[in-house]
Protein backbone atom coordinates (compact mmCIF):
# COMPACT_ATOMS: atom_id res chain seq x y z
CA UNK A 1 0.00 0.00 0.00
CA UNK A 2 1.80 3.29 -0.71
CA UNK A 3 1.58 5.33 2.44
CA UNK A 4 1.30 9.27 2.25
CA UNK A 5 4.01 10.85 3.31
CA UNK A 6 3.56 13.69 6.42
CA UNK A 7 5.32 16.76 7.53
CA UNK A 8 3.71 18.12 10.70
CA UNK A 9 4.29 21.80 12.40
CA UNK A 10 4.15 22.61 15.82
CA UNK A 11 5.23 24.90 18.38
CA UNK A 12 4.02 23.25 21.79
CA UNK A 13 2.98 20.30 23.49
CA UNK A 14 2.39 18.31 20.17
CA UNK A 15 -0.44 15.86 21.61
CA UNK A 16 -2.82 16.32 18.11
CA UNK A 17 1.44 15.17 16.34
CA UNK A 18 1.30 12.42 19.14
CA UNK A 19 -2.00 11.14 18.17
CA UNK A 20 -0.98 11.22 14.54
CA UNK A 21 2.16 9.32 15.04
CA UNK A 22 0.51 6.34 17.17
CA UNK A 23 -2.07 5.90 14.07
CA UNK A 24 0.50 5.67 12.09
CA UNK A 25 1.95 3.19 13.40
CA UNK A 26 -0.96 0.65 12.03
CA UNK A 27 0.01 0.47 8.25
CA UNK A 28 -3.24 0.20 7.40
CA UNK A 29 -3.54 4.02 8.32
CA UNK A 30 -2.10 5.13 5.24
CA UNK A 31 0.42 7.50 6.45
CA UNK A 32 3.95 7.91 7.86
CA UNK A 33 5.56 11.25 9.38
CA UNK A 34 8.23 11.88 7.89
CA UNK A 35 9.28 14.72 9.56
CA UNK A 36 8.68 17.42 12.46
CA UNK A 37 9.05 21.26 12.06
CA UNK A 38 9.21 24.09 14.54
CA UNK A 39 9.53 27.64 14.79
CA UNK A 40 10.92 26.98 18.44
CA UNK A 41 13.63 25.13 20.24
CA UNK A 42 12.71 22.76 23.39
CA UNK A 43 9.18 22.16 23.12
CA UNK A 44 7.22 18.76 23.91
CA UNK A 45 6.15 18.35 20.68
CA UNK A 46 9.96 18.32 19.18
CA UNK A 47 10.91 15.66 21.99
CA UNK A 48 7.84 13.70 20.81
CA UNK A 49 9.32 13.69 17.26
CA UNK A 50 12.67 12.51 18.35
CA UNK A 51 11.11 9.60 20.87
CA UNK A 52 9.43 8.10 17.51
CA UNK A 53 12.50 8.06 15.65
CA UNK A 54 11.46 10.94 13.71
CA UNK A 55 13.54 13.61 12.02
CA UNK A 56 13.41 17.33 13.11
CA UNK A 57 13.68 20.50 11.43
CA UNK A 58 13.77 24.24 13.55
CA UNK A 59 14.06 27.57 11.86
CA UNK A 60 13.16 30.56 14.74
CA UNK A 61 12.05 33.92 13.31
CA UNK A 62 14.10 36.12 15.30
CA UNK A 63 17.33 34.04 13.29
CA UNK A 64 16.33 35.78 10.58
CA UNK A 65 16.79 39.28 8.80
CA UNK A 66 13.50 39.20 7.31
CA UNK A 67 9.95 37.12 7.51
CA UNK A 68 10.36 36.48 4.08
CA UNK A 69 13.65 34.79 4.68
CA UNK A 70 12.48 32.71 7.20
CA UNK A 71 9.22 31.46 5.01
CA UNK A 72 11.75 30.49 2.42
CA UNK A 73 14.13 28.55 4.83
CA UNK A 74 11.25 27.29 6.42
CA UNK A 75 9.64 25.83 2.82
CA UNK A 76 12.79 24.43 2.26
CA UNK A 77 13.17 22.48 5.36
CA UNK A 78 9.69 21.35 4.83
CA UNK A 79 10.25 20.28 0.79
CA UNK A 80 13.29 18.06 1.77
CA UNK A 81 10.92 15.57 3.55
CA UNK A 82 9.06 15.68 -0.05
CA UNK A 83 5.34 15.42 2.00
CA UNK A 84 2.46 14.58 0.44
CA UNK A 85 0.56 16.51 2.93
CA UNK A 86 1.77 19.40 5.52
CA UNK A 87 -0.20 19.28 8.87
CA UNK A 88 -0.25 22.17 10.95
CA UNK A 89 -1.11 21.01 14.66
CA UNK A 90 -0.51 23.83 16.99
CA UNK A 91 2.24 25.50 14.56
CA UNK A 92 1.71 29.42 15.84
CA UNK A 93 3.28 30.99 12.45
CA UNK A 94 1.71 32.50 9.67
CA UNK A 95 3.69 31.17 6.92
CA UNK A 96 3.80 33.53 3.84
CA UNK A 97 3.71 33.28 0.06
CA UNK A 98 6.49 30.88 -1.05
CA UNK A 99 5.43 28.56 1.73
CA UNK A 100 1.88 28.54 0.05
CA UNK A 101 3.10 28.42 -3.31
CA UNK A 102 4.53 25.20 -2.86
CA UNK A 103 2.09 23.75 -0.12
CA UNK A 104 -1.18 25.33 -1.43
CA UNK A 105 -3.33 23.26 -1.26
CA UNK A 106 -2.00 20.56 0.74
CA UNK A 107 -1.41 21.80 4.02
CA UNK A 108 -3.87 21.55 6.22
CA UNK A 109 -4.34 23.19 9.78
CA UNK A 110 -6.26 22.14 13.01
CA UNK A 111 -7.51 25.11 14.73
CA UNK A 112 -8.96 25.00 18.21
CA UNK A 113 -12.17 27.11 17.18
CA UNK A 114 -15.71 26.80 14.96
CA UNK A 115 -14.53 28.67 12.05
CA UNK A 116 -15.65 31.65 11.09
CA UNK A 117 -15.94 32.53 14.65
CA UNK A 118 -12.68 32.84 16.75
CA UNK A 119 -9.73 32.64 14.36
CA UNK A 120 -5.96 33.43 15.37
CA UNK A 121 -4.00 32.42 18.69
CA UNK A 122 -6.84 32.31 21.22
CA UNK A 123 -9.58 30.20 20.16
CA UNK A 124 -10.90 28.96 23.33
CA UNK A 125 -10.08 32.54 25.02
CA UNK A 126 -12.29 34.10 22.96
CA UNK A 127 -14.91 31.80 22.91
CA UNK A 128 -15.18 31.91 26.29
CA UNK A 129 -15.13 35.61 26.80
CA UNK A 130 -18.14 35.94 24.00
CA UNK A 131 -20.47 33.43 25.95
CA UNK A 132 -20.88 30.94 23.21
CA UNK A 133 -22.61 27.71 24.39
CA UNK A 134 -21.03 25.84 21.47
CA UNK A 135 -16.89 25.54 20.63
CA UNK A 136 -14.95 23.08 19.00
CA UNK A 137 -12.69 22.38 16.22
CA UNK A 138 -11.85 22.97 12.94
CA UNK A 139 -9.45 21.10 10.09
CA UNK A 140 -9.28 23.48 7.27
CA UNK A 141 -6.37 24.20 4.63
CA UNK A 142 -4.44 27.26 4.76
CA UNK A 143 -4.97 29.78 2.60
CA UNK A 144 -3.37 33.07 2.81
CA UNK A 145 -5.49 34.70 5.26
CA UNK A 146 -5.64 33.89 8.83
CA UNK A 147 -7.71 30.40 9.14
CA UNK A 148 -9.86 31.61 6.18
CA UNK A 149 -8.96 28.40 4.31
CA UNK A 150 -11.94 25.72 2.84
CA UNK A 151 -13.34 23.96 5.86
CA UNK A 152 -12.69 20.23 5.75
CA UNK A 153 -14.24 18.64 8.95
CA UNK A 154 -15.96 20.07 12.35
CA UNK A 155 -16.10 18.84 15.53
CA UNK A 156 -18.13 20.34 18.66
CA UNK A 157 -18.07 20.08 22.11
CA UNK A 158 -20.29 21.78 24.60
CA UNK A 159 -19.44 25.24 26.63
CA UNK A 160 -19.90 24.63 30.16
CA UNK A 161 -20.81 27.49 33.24
CA UNK A 162 -17.70 27.01 35.11
CA UNK A 163 -15.16 26.64 32.12
CA UNK A 164 -12.11 28.58 31.94
CA UNK A 165 -9.87 29.24 28.90
CA UNK A 166 -7.95 25.80 30.50
CA UNK A 167 -10.33 23.94 31.09
CA UNK A 168 -12.41 24.39 27.73
CA UNK A 169 -9.25 24.52 25.55
CA UNK A 170 -8.35 20.78 27.16
CA UNK A 171 -12.43 19.38 26.15
CA UNK A 172 -11.70 20.91 22.43
CA UNK A 173 -8.32 19.09 22.35
CA UNK A 174 -9.55 15.63 23.54
CA UNK A 175 -12.40 15.93 20.62
CA UNK A 176 -9.43 17.54 17.82
CA UNK A 177 -7.26 14.70 18.16
CA UNK A 178 -9.76 11.96 16.98
CA UNK A 179 -10.83 14.59 14.23
CA UNK A 180 -7.38 15.11 12.97
CA UNK A 181 -6.17 11.49 13.25
CA UNK A 182 -9.76 10.05 10.97
CA UNK A 183 -9.86 12.91 8.15
CA UNK A 184 -5.90 12.70 7.85
CA UNK A 185 -6.05 9.21 7.92
CA UNK A 186 -9.28 9.45 4.88
CA UNK A 187 -7.52 12.18 3.37
CA UNK A 188 -4.38 9.90 2.83
CA UNK A 189 -6.20 6.87 1.65
CA UNK A 190 -9.22 7.87 -0.31
CA UNK A 191 -7.95 11.54 -1.39
CA UNK A 192 -10.02 15.22 -1.36
CA UNK A 193 -11.66 17.23 -3.58
CA UNK A 194 -12.13 21.07 -3.58
CA UNK A 195 -15.53 22.71 -5.27
CA UNK A 196 -14.95 26.38 -4.43
CA UNK A 197 -14.96 26.24 -0.40
CA UNK A 198 -16.41 22.80 -0.06
CA UNK A 199 -14.12 20.10 0.39
CA UNK A 200 -15.48 16.49 -0.44
CA UNK A 201 -13.02 13.80 1.27
CA UNK A 202 -12.54 10.38 -0.25
N1 LIG B 1 -0.94 31.91 6.19
C1 LIG B 1 -1.44 31.20 7.21
N2 LIG B 1 -0.60 30.55 8.03
C2 LIG B 1 -1.10 29.80 9.03
C3 LIG B 1 -2.48 29.76 9.28
C4 LIG B 1 -3.34 30.45 8.41
O1 LIG B 1 -4.58 30.40 8.55
N3 LIG B 1 -2.79 31.14 7.37
N4 LIG B 1 -2.97 29.07 10.41
C5 LIG B 1 -1.96 28.86 11.42
C6 LIG B 1 -2.38 28.42 12.77
N5 LIG B 1 -3.06 29.49 13.51
C7 LIG B 1 -4.26 29.12 14.03
O2 LIG B 1 -4.81 28.09 13.73
C8 LIG B 1 -2.42 30.71 13.79
C9 LIG B 1 -1.08 30.72 14.07
C10 LIG B 1 -0.41 31.92 14.32
C11 LIG B 1 -1.06 33.12 14.31
C12 LIG B 1 -0.26 34.37 14.58
O3 LIG B 1 -0.82 35.45 14.59
N6 LIG B 1 1.07 34.21 14.75
C13 LIG B 1 2.05 35.27 14.94
C14 LIG B 1 3.07 34.98 16.02
C15 LIG B 1 2.59 34.43 17.27
C16 LIG B 1 3.70 33.84 18.15
O4 LIG B 1 4.70 33.34 17.64
O5 LIG B 1 3.54 33.85 19.38
C17 LIG B 1 2.94 35.37 13.69
O6 LIG B 1 2.93 34.44 12.88
O7 LIG B 1 3.69 36.34 13.62
C18 LIG B 1 -2.40 33.13 14.01
C19 LIG B 1 -3.08 31.91 13.75
C20 LIG B 1 -0.79 28.17 10.83
N7 LIG B 1 -0.27 29.08 9.82
N1 LIG C 1 -4.38 28.90 16.26
C1 LIG C 1 -3.39 27.93 16.53
C2 LIG C 1 -3.78 27.17 17.78
O1 LIG C 1 -4.04 27.75 18.80
N2 LIG C 1 -3.76 25.86 17.66
C3 LIG C 1 -4.13 24.98 18.73
O2 LIG C 1 -3.07 24.69 19.58
C4 LIG C 1 -3.33 23.43 20.21
C5 LIG C 1 -2.06 22.59 20.11
O3 LIG C 1 -2.11 21.52 20.98
P1 LIG C 1 -0.98 20.39 20.94
O4 LIG C 1 0.37 21.11 20.84
O5 LIG C 1 -1.12 19.66 22.23
O6 LIG C 1 -1.26 19.54 19.75
C6 LIG C 1 -4.50 22.80 19.45
O7 LIG C 1 -5.68 22.88 20.19
C7 LIG C 1 -4.58 23.65 18.21
O8 LIG C 1 -5.85 23.75 17.66
Partial sequence: MVTARLVVLVSGSGTNLQALLDACADPAYGATVVGVGADRHGIAGLARAEAAGVPTFVARVPDFATRQEWD???TDLTAAQRPD???????????GKTFLDRFGGRYVNTHNA???AFPGMHGPRDAVAYGVKLAGATLHFVDGGVDTGPIIAQVAVPVLDDDTEDTLSERI???ERGQLVDYVGRMARHGWTVDG???IVG
Fill in 72 to 74: ETF
Fill in 85 to 95: LVIGAGFLKLV
Fill in 114 to 116: LLP
Fill in 173 to 175: KDA
Fill in 197 to 199: RRV
